[in-house]
Structures are given as structure tokens and as C-alpha cells.
């Protein structure tokens, strides 16, 4: 089985091949990062107007790049949500249409579930059960994995995901847009003895997360000691803001990813999303996972952010075992992951 993957959940328009004795024969990619710098985020407008310029020029390159053609296609799957409505629904109502001018199966794909599954798209993919770490813009959650389908939600972020909490103390300190990557960059340079911040709800029991508070004491730090900075002397106070902020949330992200391992038992870790792209948090889950005696296992870093490939090996999975969409597709810009059926 051939799946055509199609990816427009936010601001990435992803496109890909996976066959089903072959494996990934190729993808493409186009980020708005550009579009939306001028505003400072995302504007969801116009992330749908350039996810409709985009899907055909990407479709006709991946051909090109592949050496497939339409006719050897055997489903459709693309990003049912989460995610932006107006972008979602681009990329929905285009792949129910392939699918049906193509006279083949169509899947919505739930986003994160393709976050999860990315790392099978390694050489040496993760053996269930395993436990994963969700980290992204909009997500940040623990997650016991049996399964495909087969999903047990052990923590959750309560109000900012980690990534979202990068990017917006990125903006609060000036650091310009996409601020994640930047705010990650500039922790590299940064005093790790300078400041400690808080680990937000490490110290009660639990598995579920909390980053807002974190952002408002990098800005109430800020504050208190950038008065009478200018120059080099400011730029190094945010230098070491950055690097504070970055170590608190790896920190707060591996202490409860070693809980979440101690409650199930399980001996492997999945980090996928945005954020396990993050140097840090990798050099400390690997850490981790080797004093543990276990097993940490990612995407290749261009699979860490949203991507075609991952919707269309997890479109796969469902189509093989016989699920797809009627003629009455929809979109599902809040979906639970542990509503999704077991394969």
C-alpha cells in the first residue's frame, strides 16, 4: 500500500510518500515562517491562503522527486487536526478530493498521532510499550503507548506548552520570531550559574504540567535586573535568562518523564515534536535513559517539527486496517488523542 501524506495543521505545508514494503520514499516541505514574521506568529488567515498556493506545486515535486505517479497511489491521508480550522480544512477538503478523483481511500489523521509514530519512521524504530513525551508549540503530554490507537494520557500541560512558553519568552525578551530556536541558541552562550528558576510542579505528585509561570518570572527577572543596562551588559542578562529558562523546563520535562517511566513500568521513551528537537533535553533524556539501563528514541530532526511523512505513515497504519472517511469528511480542531480507535 502507497499513502499520499498531507500535512496543514498550522503554519507547515508537508507533503509525503510512504509504501508499505518500501518505507518513505520521499517528502517535501514549506514553512510560512517567513509570512508570519512580520506579524510575530501565526496568522491563521494566512496560513490557509498559503497552504491552498502551495499543496499542488509540493505534490508535483514530490512526483518529480519520487518517480511515482497518481496511478500507483493507494490512499490518501491528511491532518483532520488539531489545529488551525481554516488550515486544517485546506488541507482536508484537497486530500478528500485527490482521493476521490484518484478513486482510492481517504483518513483524517489526528496531528499528534503522527507526532507519536514519527520515530518509526527510523532505522531502529521504538518496540511498544513505550512511554512518549509530546512536545510541541501546542502540546505538551505524557502518553503510555500499547499500541497504535492504543493511548493512555498520564499528564498534560494546564496551561502553556513548553514550546508555546519558549516562544513567548522569546518575545518578551525581544528575541524576534520564530523565538523558540532563537531563545534555544542563545542558552548555549548563557552563565548556567547565574539565575535558577523555579521547576514548575515538581515538588507534589502528579505527571501533568505548568510553563506559564515560568515565562512571568524570565520577564519579572528581566525587569529587576536589566535597570540602568544597555549594550552588551543587557544582551548578556538575556544570554543568561535564556539559559536559566531553557534548563528549568528541561528539568522539570525529564524529572517527570522519569515518573511517568517509574509508574508504567516501561523501559523505553519517545520524544517527538517541535521541542525534542532541543539539544538539551536530548543530552539529559539520553543521560537519563542510560542510567536507567533504557532505551531513548527520536525522529531525525526534520521530523521533529510538523511534516508530511508522519501523516502519511500513520495514515498507512489506519488504512491498512481497513479505517477511512466516507464522502462526509470533516475536521477536528480539538480532538482528544485517546478517542482515536485501536488498529
Known amino acids: 500500500m502507497r499513502v499520499l501524506g498531507i500535512e496543514t495543521s498550522c503554519d507547515e505545508t508537508g507533503v509525503a510518500l510512504f509504501d508499505g514494503e518500501k518505507g518513505l520514499l ?44 497518481s496511478g500507483s497511489i493507494s490512499g490518501v491521508a491528511y491532518t483532520a487536526g488539531p489545529g488551525l480550522a481554516g488550515a486544517l480544512l485546506v488541507g482536508a477538503s484537497f486530500g478528500r478530493s485527490l482521493a476521490w478523483s484518484w478513486g482510492v481511500p481517504a483518513v483524517g489523521v489526528h496531528h499528534m498521532e503522527g507526532h507519536l509514530l514519527a520515530p518509526m519512521l527510523e532505522e531502529n524504530p521504538p518496540a511498544f510499550p513505550f512511554v512518549a513525551l509530546l512536545v510541541s508549540g501546542g502540546h505538551t503530554q505524557l502518553v503510555e503507548v500499547t499500541g497504535v490507537g492504543r493511548y493512555r494520557l498520564l499528564g498534560q500541560s494546564v496551561d502553556d506548552a513548553a514550546g508555546e512558553a519558549f516562544d513567548k519568552t522569546a518575545k ?23 539565575f535558577r528558576f523555579p521547576r514548575p510542579m515538581t515538588d507534589r505528585p502528579g505527571l501533568d504540567f505548568s510553563f506559564s509561570g515560568l515565562k512571568t518570572f524570565a520577564l519579572t527577572t528581566l525587569q529587576r535586573e536589566s535597570e540602568g543596562l544597555v549594550g552588551e551588559p543587557l544582551d548578556r542578562l538575556k544570554t543568561d535568562i535564556c539559559r536559566a529558562f531553557e534548563d528549568a523546563v528541561v528539568d522539570t520535562l525529564a524529572i517527570k518523564c522519569r515518573r511517568a517511566l517509574d509508574e508504567t513500568g516501561v523501559g523505553t521513551l519517545v520524544l517527538a515534536g517541535g521541542v525534542s528537537a532541543n539539544h538539551r533535553l536530548r543530552e539529559r533524556v539520553d543521560a537519563m535513559m542510560a542510567e536507567r ?11 521533529c517539527t510538523d511534516n508530511g511523512a508522519m501523516i502519511a505513515y500513520a495514515g498507512w497504519q489506519r488504512l491498512r486496517a481497513g479505517q477511512h472517511e466516507g464522502m462526509d469528511f470533516g475536521i477536528r480542531p480539538r480532538w482528544p488523542m485517546e478517542t482515536l480507535a485501536a488498529v
Not at 506579524?39 to 502551495?54: F, I, N
Open 26 to 69: 520521499g517528502h517535501q516541505l514549506y514553512s510560512q515562517v517567513a509570512l508570519h514574521a512580520e506579524y510575530g506568529g501565526v496568522v491563521p488567515e494566512l496560513a490557509s491562503r498559503d497552504h491552498v498556493r502551495k499543496l499542488v506545486p509540493l505534490i508535483r515535486q514530490l512526483f518529480q522527486q519520487t518517480g511515482v505517479d
Open 172 to 194: 518578551m525578551l525581544g528575541l524576534g520570531y520564530p523565538g523558540g530556536p532563537i531563545l534555544a541558541g542563545l542558552a548555549e552562550q548563557g552563565d548556567p550559574k547565574r
Open 293 to 303: 539501563g533504557g532505551q531513548a528514541c527520536y525522529p531525525r530532526a526534520e521530523f
